[in-house]
């Protein structure tokens, strides 16, 4: 109970005035960078950071962390409202959030996307405040086979999610995977497949890749569909909003299933990206009408914004314990700890309590202030979508491209958001699935890395991920998590052949 | 072309030791940063560190925009820094891979594309083993991992890089024998070290701090001529002070450091790289700086002209030694 | 125009040709297995040549369809109508991007709402100016000014002094 005490008093340091005006104008920000892509919570935390040099530091980091809160979801706001995600863990919310979109529910996206990440950072939080002592002792088990574990369960549950058809399906994760490794292999200290070409030095952004295959490719389908968002006729009203609150608690074991997969993923390497990927994959698995996923289910919204925030709030728990960022915002709020001169580590929590515990009482209040500031958004994002077509889509080719190059200010990246605006769009038509590319430029690589170094560690031997329970035990829910679906799609095909047969 | 282009930047070097007091060149439009690590890494702090203290200072009358471009280890961030050839309103930050990365990987880059402007610190390597082991000194470490080569784990940063290069003049020298694990930065290194994966790392003093702090990792020696400086006790007494120079410890390997380092693109005026080391300087003697330099327990030693040049020569010469002999040259 | 059967074709011949680089490229680090695990190249090598087969099975399954009949292959993948909606809209994309290198992004954003709002939208000019300049303004504010982002410029920028 020395924690709710200490909460306590980390609420009568965060509980002031000038505090909650820097979380409101830290969400108000962080909405800004996270509707615009490419720029980003990571960009907007860095650019952020000078301003915060002369401040002390539980605003400077109230400032910060309220902004990547409002990041998070300014990020969902463009993947429901436009299809294209404003931050890498927003992309599983359009798989749903966009479709809902189209067919003129909007508001009731938004709205569950809003609240469920409220109440996923909330868990978060919660488990930040009673079991940090434990998480931190349970993270520092974690070593390069137990990663590789993680990454592998990850790609375990997506795998055979089924819809297309297996070969596509290869093309496009190989795809994926190859663009993660361009760029410098920190395992060997080579610059791989760069094919002498300076631009790819630091690899294809993954950022990059989401503007233009989502973003750019829909808006090509959309053109050539001749729709307009059927959104114009839609009514946007404060009421629908209450409403679908009033909705929100019967999806509690969506909420409640996603916000343990996104603290899992936050306190072990996992971060948010793969968090919304295996908490959306989950879902559609348990769902009673997996047939409704990709098709505007209000569970494929929940699901993958409970756990991208909930694995965004959890990360900051190994930041401040151990000193290993989550998150790429993580790592640069870590950057600011160092400036302000705190050393993130087990005795930070001792040493300036009222910085950690102030942070920790900052964020279940920004949480919540963010979901206020944006629930009152909601009319207006909503009523974007009744602006003509011919206006606010060369409007979002605008703001794609402008998102582009701000990423990493490379002229190459807007070449390459049109060519993956061409890429997406044509694999579209043709049934490629796109999210499996995505996945695997996310984690692709860092899986990679941890397998190689798993084997730096064993000198070659496999029988490292079987050698400790914790691993072993990752390692058998990933395999069982990859075999279910072909069991069970070879169980129905023969029950099918039987079928037809004794027709 | 190639040798004007090194006469040219071995000009600018020259130059700027004898009109560094007049201000015949000021920049007349932003002045962009470059900085060659990811966010938050530790070239991104050095360089928004100067950052924060020339506008609080007021030491320059242009702003100042920061870049990140750290993609390929920084190779990313000088390639556009040689982009910008003539141009003295674009800075890069870095350390000594500036000078090293183009012996170990093809890159589209060469250290002539750059011209030499300042270094102004100097950051130190420890030896660390896990809080729990039973050494308590460097020398006892060593013969343990001699008597039984191929036993133990090193961890730190990605492979061919500081890490690895100290790792592997430790070897050279006392005929030890580690399995190197590259990790993705020091602060993972450290987190391995803390958790008892790896058994030792050479980290820098600010990226194991927290672990010393909760006993969880301990210093066994610091790659350095003299001790550093004094400082408050970290842990059960011992401040940074009191950890013996591996000289001292009995370790025939004197120095290693790693200079935080500031460059110009090439063919740049040499009134500018007087500018920009004028600038350094007066940062480098500013209250803030001071304290960063003890806070993050590096060396500050501001360098610039022929004693950077001298520094860096005699550098570059031990480094290529040690990737000569690892076959770590890249065709 | 074309069919679905050679979209998909294009499409698999694409990947396979993208498979096939990506090998020879991994080629250059090593493929094998040494004491210390895979070798650089090996994930790459082994991915690529993965993508390679993967497209080479899409292109025969594709002409055996074809050879069996299979009639949604014969469907149009782009007709005229739809063809010439999408160049609509893809063509002054390209335009965007191609000014957006050479006169700067402010410039050719400027350019761009103009062309597809005046031109292709049909509104107002007033409507049109008020939009592309707003649009920009809100750009450069929030970028240049605020967070200290330049975007691409081009000359007139450096004749106006901005």
């Given at each position: ?139 520092l088990?974690?070593s ?201 580590g ?107 170094q798993?084997?730096i560690f064993s000198q ?44 | ?122 950051d130190e390597f420890l030896l660390w083993v896990n809080g729990s082991a039973p050494f308590t000194d460097a020398k006892t470490y060593v013969e343990a991992v001699k008597a039984k080569p191929m036993g133990f784990k090193m961890g730190g940063s990605?492979s061919?890089d500081t890490d690895q290069t100290l790792t592997s003049m430790i070897q050279d020298a006392t005929g030890a024998k580690w399995i190197y694990v590259p990790f993705?930065?020091g602060s993972a290194a450290a987190v391995q070290l803390a958790g008892g994966h790896i058994d030792s790392n050479v980290n820098n003093p600010n990226e194991n701090i927290g672990q010393w702090k909760a006993g969880q990792v301990k210093p066994l020696c610091v790659f350095s001529p003299v001790r550093l ?5 970290v842990f059960e007494g011992k401040g940074w002070g009191d950890i013996p120079t591996c000289k001292e410890a009995g370790l025939p390997l004197e120095t290693f450091q790693m ?38 327990a ?24 040690v990737?000569?002999?690892e ?5 | ?162």
């Amino acid at each position: 109970m020395d924690n709710v005490a200490n909460l306590m008093h980390g609420f009568s340091v965060a509980l002031t005035t000038h505090h909650i005006l820097l979380m409101m104008a830290g969400v108000l920000l962080g909405v800004l960078v996270g509707v615009l892509p490419g720029l980003g919570a990571p960009n907007g935390v860095s650019l952020l950071l000078p301003l915060t040099f002369s401040m002390d530091p539980v605003s400077a980091i109230i400032l910060l962390t309220s902004l990547y809160w409002g990041a998070l979801f300014g990020g969902s706001t463009t993947s429901i409202l436009f299809n294209i995600p404003g931050e890498p863990s927003s992309v599983a919310t359009t798989f749903d959030g966009h479709p809902m979109a189209k067919q003129g529910r909007a508001t009731e996206a938004l709205s569950f996307a809003f609240l469920s990440a409220g109440f996923g950072a909330l868990a978060g939080v919660i488990l930040i405040t009673l079991l940090s002592g434990w998480v931190a002792k349970f993270a520092l088990r974690f070593s390069s086979p137990e990663y590789f574990a993680v990454y592998f369960m990850t790609f375990a549950s997506f795998i055979g999610l089924g819809g297309s058809s297996p070969l596509k399906t290869v093309v496009s994760m190989g795809i994926g995977f190859t663009l993660a490794s361009i760029g410098m292999d920190s395992v060997s200290g080579n610059v791989r497949l760069t094919y002498d070409f300076d631009v790819l030095l630091a690899g294809v952004s993954f950022l990059i890749a989401v503007i233009g295959l989502f973003g750019i490719g829909e808006l090509l389908l959309t053109m050539e569909e001749g729709l307009k968002f059927e959104g114009v006729a839609a009514k946007v009203r404060i009421r629908d909003v209450v409403v679908t609150a009033a909705k929100l608690p019967r999806y509690w074991l969506a909420l409640l299933r996603s916000s343990l997969i996104g603290i899992w993923m936050g306190i072990t390497p996992g971060g948010p990206t793969a968090a919304s990927f295996m908490s959306y994959a989950m879902a559609k698995r348990s769902s009673r009408n997996p047939e409704k996923f990709g098709k505007g289910e209000p569970e494929g919204v929940i699901s993958p914004e409970a756990a991208d925030h909930a694995a965004g709030s959890a990360a900051m728990l190994p930041m401040l314990a151990l000193g290993i960022p989550g998150s790429a915002t993580a790592a640069v709020m870590m950057g600011g700890l160092m400036i302000w001169g705190l050393n993130p580590g087990p005795t930070l929590f001792t040493d300036r309590p009222d910085f950690v515990w102030g942070l920790i009482a900052s964020m279940y209040l920004g949480n919540v202030v963010a979901v206020v500031v944006v629930l009152a958004t909601v009319p207006l994002f909503a009523s974007i979508l009744r602006i003509p077509f011919s206006i606010i889509g060369p409007i979002i080719v605008v703001i794609c491209f402008i998102g582009a190059y701000t990423a990493a200010s490379k002229e190459f990246d807007i070449w390459l958001a049109l060519a993956f605006g061409l890429v997406g769009y044509v694999f579209k038509k043709l049934d490629y699935p796109i999210a499996p590319l995505v996945l695997a430029m996310v984690i692709g690589d860092k899986a990679e890395d941890a397998f190689r170094q798993s084997m730096i560690f064993s000198q070659g031997s496999l029988k490292i991920f079987w050698s400790n329970p914790l691993v072993a035990t990752l390692m058998s829910i990933g395999l069982i998590l990859l075999l279910m679906p072909l069991i069970g799609t070879a169980v129905r095909r023969l029950r099918g052949r039987r079928a037809i047969r004794t027709v | 072309m190639k040798s004007y282009k090194i006469t040219a930047a071995l000009a600018g070097a020259f130059a700027l030791a004898g009109i560094s007091a007049a201000q015949a060149w000021q920049p007349t439009k932003p002045v962009e940063f470059v900085v060659t690590s990811g966010a938050g890494g530790g070239t991104d702090n050095f360089a928004r560190i100067i950052q924060s203290i020339i506008a609080k200072h007021k030491l320059m009358d242009q702003p100042i925009v920061v870049v990140n471009k750290g993609g390929g280890s920084g190779a990313e961030g000088y390639v556009y820094g040689k982009g910008a050839k003539g141009d003295p309103n674009r800075v890069i930050f870095g350390t000594n891979n500036a000078y090293l990365l183009p012996y170990v990987a093809k890159l589209g880059y060469k250290f002539s594309d750059l011209t030499p402007v300042a270094a102004l610190a100097l950051d130190e390597f420890l030896l660390w083993v896990n809080g729990s082991a039973p050494f308590t000194d460097a020398k006892t470490y060593v013969e343990a991992v001699k008597a039984k080569p191929m036993g133990f784990k090193m961890g730190g940063s990605q492979s061919k890089d500081t890490d690895q290069t100290l790792t592997s003049m430790i070897q050279d020298a006392t005929g030890a024998k580690w399995i190197y694990v590259p990790f993705q930065g020091g602060s993972a290194a450290a987190v391995q070290l803390a958790g008892g994966h790896i058994d030792s790392n050479v980290n820098n003093p600010n990226e194991n701090i927290g672990q010393w702090k909760a006993g969880q990792v301990k210093p066994l020696c610091v790659f350095s001529p003299v001790r550093l400086a004094k400082s408050d006790a970290v842990f059960e007494g011992k401040g940074w002070g009191d950890i013996p120079t591996c000289k001292e410890a009995g370790l025939p390997l004197e120095t290693f450091q790693m200079p935080r380092t500031v460059w110009l693109p090439a063919e740049v005026p040499a009134d500018a790289v007087a500018f920009y080391a004028d600038l350094m300087e007066k940062v480098s003697k500013t209250p803030e700086w001071q304290e960063f330099v003890t806070r993050t327990a590096q060396t500050g030693r501001f360098m610039k002209g022929k004693e950077l040049n001298d520094f860096v020569a005699k550098d570059e010469a031990a480094n290529k030694k040690v990737f000569e002999a690892e076959g770590w040259v890249a065709k | 125009m074309i069919t679905r059967f050679w979209a998909e074709i294009i499409t698999a011949l694409a990947t396979l040709a993208f498979g096939l680089v990506i090998v020879n490229g991994a080629l250059e680090f090593g493929i094998g297995w040494d004491s210390s695990g895979p070798q650089p190249g090996a994930f790459p090598f082994y991915i690529g040549a993965l993508v390679a087969l993967a497209s080479c099975g899409t292109l025969a399954l594709t002409v055996g369809r074809k050879v069996a009949g299979n009639v949604p292959l014969d469907d149009n993948f782009l007709d005229g109508v739809r063809a010439k909606r999408v160049a609509s809209f893809l063509l002054p994309l390209i335009a965007f991007v191609v000014l957006s290198v050479t006169l700067g992004m402010y410039v050719a954003t400027i350019v761009y709402l103009v062309f597809t709002m005046r031109f292709q939208g049909g509104y107002g000019w007033l409507q049109t100016l008020a939009t592309a300049l707003i649009t920009a303004a809100f750009f450069y504010l929030a970028l240049e000014k605020f967070f200290q982002i330049g975007l691409l410029k081009g000359p007139l920028e450096t004749l106006i002094g901005l």
